[in-house]
């Protein structure tokens, strides 16, 4: 029979590996992490492996000691996982081990040291949520309205549906706790994009290179917007194990921070596009953004309360209060709305054109946020700016009794 102590230890390795075999297949990276990550286990239920997992379980109560602080901990933790490679490497249970064998016990501990400590060092600073919240929001902005053309991507190198595949990939990065299959996201959304751009090359005899790969990045994530981008990449950068970081898996990392980077500061000055029209498309994405939020929180409210009045019918009113309709009533802003065409000059065509350009602009961003619209809530909007655009045309058009 084991010893009391060991048993108990031990037993928590078992509820780890029941726990592990019990999960749902697609929440792995790949299968070798899988592999690496039940070999440890099994180790560690060794009766050999009690000091091990005695340094192990210690190691975890210890950062309850601790205020957090991300640097602080990311160091703690680096500093752990030499000690233990180093305390496997002289382990008669790792005596005969290959480097292998040493790197996949490694990737097992990684795994289990940050699944278990994940509530406690993933987005810690208070700062991160905020962050991360308004990155996701400038990204949401974004997506209203930005092509590829205006981060001069050519056309030769656009692939929509391909990139579609990269952006799964990102989004995948939080179904995993552990750095390295965070860091798989990112390796795999990168792989996608690397072997489109080499194929384009190959078949259209054009070169494609590095300066063509972080712009698709950025669109690409600009695209995907996953949620908690600053927090991820901080998570992956203080605790996968700084002996894991490089080459490939360091460069398509950097550009990942980079790509981020480029987001926070992008400004008009950044893209390929006319800064007052970047300024009144990103202005536009807010107000929508801001009516779907605030709509979105009226509906759960409504709900929590019991109140019956319809989602839809609140949105109404909150487009009518933030001016959304004012886009088609105000037949003021536009001049030529009662002009006749043989009053119309040559002098007249930059400011139609510029009418025009507005015009398309302002119904372009409202398609786009009415698509994003569930049917039940879509529907009684469209009836209601089509009663709208009818009642403005029918005052424009009537003639004002005297």
């Known amino acids: 029979m084991l010893p009391l102590p060991l048993l108990h230890f031990q037993s928590l390795f078992n509820w780890d590996l029941i726990n592990i075999n019990n999960m749902n297949t697609d929440t792995f990276a790949d299968s070798r ?28 109560v210890s950062f309850s000691f601790y205020q957090p602080k991300p640097e602080n901990d990311g160091k703690r933790v680096q500093d752990f996982f030499l000690s233990m490679e180093a305390a496997m490497r002289d382990h008669p249970l790792w005596t005969t081990a290959s480097e292998e064998d040493i790197d996949c016990a490694m990737e097992g501990l ?14 810690a600073a208070a700062e991160d949520a905020k962050i991360d919240n308004e990155i996701f929001e400038k990204i949401c902005q974004l997506q209203t309205f930005l092509k590829p053309e205006h981060l001069d991507i050519p056309p030769i190198l656009q692939n929509e549906a391909s990139w579609l595949l990269a952006e799964k990939e990102l989004l995948k990065i939080n179904a995993f706790k552990a750095p390295h299959e965070k860091l798989l996201s990112i390796l795999n959304c990168c792989r996608v994009i690397n072997n489109v751009l080499l194929n384009v090359a190959m078949s259209e005899h054009v070169p494609a290179g590095a300066d063509d790969f972080l712009p698709v990045l950025i669109y690409v994530t600009i695209k995907a917007n996953p949620p908690k981008l600053h927090s991820n990449l901080k998570f992956i950068k203080l605790f996968r194990r700084q002996a894991k970081l ?6 398509y990392f950097t550009n990942l921070v980079s790509a981020s980077a480029f987001i926070v500061d992008l400004n008009a000055k950044s893209l390929s596009m006319d800064e007052i029209k970047f300024e009144e498309s990103m202005q536009a994405a807010k107000l929508i953004n801001k009516v779907t939020n605030e709509s979105s929180s009226t509906c759960q409210m409504s709900q929590q309360e019991g109140n019956k009045c319809s989602c839809s019918e609140k949105m109404h009113h909150k487009l009518n209060d933030t001016g959304v309709f004012k886009v088609v009533e105000h037949g003021s802003n536009f001049p030529y709305m009662e002009a006749k065409s043989k009053e119309l000059t040559v002098g007249d065509v930059d400011m139609l054109l510029s009418d025009y350009k507005d015009l398309v602009a302002k119904y372009t961003i409202l398609c786009k946020a009415i698509s994003c619209l569930s049917t039940s809530e879509r529907e009684p909007l469209l009836r209601q700016i089509e009663k709208q655009s009818a009642q403005t045309l029918l ?8």
């Not at 286990?41 to 009766?47: A, D, F, G, I, S």
């Open 246 to 251: 490089i080459s490939e898996a360091e460069y």
């Open 110 to 123: 990684e795994k289990y040291i940050m699944i278990k400590l994940f509530s406690r060092t993933f987005s």
């Open 33 to 60: 992490s899988t592999t690496s990550f039940t070999d440890f286990l099994n180790r560690m239920h060794h009766p050999a492996s009690l000091d091990l997992v005695r340094s192990i379980k210690s190691f975890i």
């Open 395 to 402: 005052s424009q058009t009537t003639p004002h009794k005297s």
